[in-house]
């Protein structure tokens, strides 16, 4: 079972904490085919996650594709097994979803699902490919994934220089979501970068990351416009 406890905190703020008990089963995609078994130790956030967005977005248009970015603040080597399970949590009610790997210090969706982490972001970001042709299909018929490519120097830095949605925007097809899994990045840089996004899912380990880089990070998504779906608080 997962509880989910959300306060208003700092002028209506809203903080989403997913407390996650044990669960069990395997999690499985619409078509019924079985997810990596790594993503199972994240399956109730996961859900937990999924049932914020859904409902964020109600009332709204549900017939495109959303873009929604889960995002360290802080070290977390986990992140892509988080955004994996809601990636797959999504696809259990016959929707789809395009991942995509930008955690430059932690890169591992390709390892999660099985493909090829090159050609990826990392060649896109370079113009060495185009967004289409990085997008690798998975054993799961309703999720694709884009890995995290060849990393090179100062990619991260690269990456922080614009809007991501203008970058993956074309990589887009039949996915129902596109969900970037985004490493520990610059609070100040995080809003500018997520500019045109749907929602975003901060990730914080208590203790870990200074009340600063939190409140600089809520006050740029809002100057964005961008929705904040709580956070995901662990540890």
């Known amino acids: 079972m997962v509880r989910i406890s959300s306060t208003y905190r700092g002028g209506g703020r809203r ?10 089963g ?4 619409g078509n019924g085919l079985p997810a ?16 914020e967005l859904l409902s964020l977005w109600s009332g709204t248009d549900n017939t495109r594709n959303r873009f929604v970015a889960i995002v360290a603040l802080g070290d977390e080597p986990d992140l892509s097994i988080l955004g994996g399970a809601v990636g797959v949590s999504f696809t259990q009610s016959g929707g789809s979803a395009l ?7 932690h890169p591992s969706m390709h390892r999660i699902f099985g493909v090829s ?7 896109v970001l370079h113009q060495a490919r185009r967004i289409r042709d990085v997008v690798h299909p998975t054993a799961l018929r309703s999720l694709d994934v884009i890995p ?5 120097a100062r990619d991260d830095e690269m990456l922080e220089g ?3 949605i203008d970058l993956i925007r074309d990589g887009v097809d039949r996915s129902s979501v596109s969900i970037v899994v985004l490493g520990n990045t610059h609070a100040r840089s995080i809003a500018t970068m997520l500019k045109g996004f749907d929602a ?3 990730v914080v380990r208590r203790g870990d990351v200074a009340v600063r880089d939190v409140s600089t990070l809520v006050d740029g998504l809002k100057r964005q416009g961008i929705p904040l779906a709580g956070f995901v608080l662990k540890g």
Request: hydrophobic residues 50%; negative net charge; charged residues 30%.
């Open 15 to 24: 903080v989403a904490e997913v407390d996650r008990a044990a669960s069990s």
């Open 26 to 29: 395997l999690t499985r995609d």
């Open 36 to 51: 990596p078994a790594i993503l199972e130790a994240e399956q109730a956030r996961a859900r937990a996650v999924r049932a």
């Open 99 to 105: 991942m995509i790997d930008a955690d430059f210090r």
């Open 117 to 123: 982490a090159t050609p990826g972001l990392a060649d």
């Open 148 to 152: 995290i490519g060849e990393v090179r």
């Open 162 to 164: 614009g809007a991501l």
């Open 200 to 202: 975003v899912v901060p």
